[in-house]
């Protein structure tokens, strides 16, 4: 399974963008996708994950981030609204045919990352 995201970019804060991922190889529409991410000297921390219609997100973005995906399930995508400074990171999707938690070390697929910058 071959993960590639796109969509970052640079925003002042209280801004938006969508974070797509794009899903090629082996993939089943059982597939738990994710999206974490990674700012400079922290932990890769869990943002949202997706496995069929059930969504769960990190409390940090609850009520600003949508996880979503197509009828195939080979695009993942991440709607990000009222960003703030503290999101600035790099954003990575990832995929797991059976794990559904928060865990980053649990998920087997991952794509390259993609750079999100607020500015406040």
């Known amino acids: 399974v071959q993960l590639q995201a796109s969509g970052g970019g640079s925003v002042q804060a209280g801004g938006s963008l969508r974070l797509s991922c794009a899903a090629s190889g082996r993939t089943f529409t059982t597939d738990i996708m994710a999206w974490f991410r990674q700012a400079p000297g922290k932990e890769r921390e869990f943002v949202a994950n997706l496995y069929w219609s059930s969504d769960k997100y990190a409390d940090s973005v609850k009520g600003r981030f949508t996880i979503s995906r197509d009828h195939t399930g080979n695009m993942v995508y991440l709607q990000m609204n009222s960003l703030k400074p503290e999101d600035t990171a790099v954003y990575y999707c990832?995929?797991?045919?059976?794990?559904?938690?928060?865990?980053?070390?649990?998920?087997?697929?991952w794509g390259q990352g993609t750079q999100v910058t607020v500015s406040s």
């Open positions: 990832a995929r797991d045919p059976t794990y559904n938690g928060p865990f980053h070390r649990n998920y087997n697929y």
